[in-house]
């Protein structure tokens, strides 16, 4: 069983920079992919970015902006969110890939979901 809990979240201008921080309990931390999605109103959920033993993987839209990165020693994976605009606002949820070490780009590829934190970014 893995536990995610978010944190971070919350308005921010256009422009603007968040920091959404991810912290996992388990012993085997380091082992897992980790990811993060979204969820804009009336929209689906969406793949923002991975994280792996062997590299990272962005959506298209946000690639140059949001930085993944993850402490093992800490057990924690973090979203840096820079140049933020009205478009990124949504629901952020980390998630954790239990059942092998490589990135996955849909939902159904991850076993354990944190309950969600808001990014509103104002124009």
């Known amino acids: 069983q893995v536990q995610l809990v978010e944190s971070g979240g919350g308005l921010v201008q256009a422009g603007g920079s968040l920091r959404l921080s991810c912290a996992a309990s388990g012993r085997t931390f380091s082992s897992y992919a980790m990811g993060w999605f979204r969820q804009a109103p009336g929209k689906n959920r969406e793949f923002v970015a991975g994280?792996?033993?062997?590299?990272?993987s962005y959506a298209d839209s946000v690639k140059g902006r949001f930085t993944i990165s993850r402490d093992n020693a800490k057990n924690t994976v973090s979203l840096q969110m820079n140049s933020l605009n009205p478009e990124d606002t949504a629901v952020y949820y980390c998630?954790?890939?239990?059942?092998?070490?490589?990135?996955?780009?849909?939902?159904?590829?991850?076993?354990?979901w944190g309950q969600g934190t808001q990014v509103t970014v104002s124009s």
């Open positions: 994280i792996s033993w062997s590299g990272t």
């Open positions: 998630a954790a890939r239990t059942r092998g070490p490589t990135i996955a780009t849909s939902q159904g590829g991850y076993d354990y």
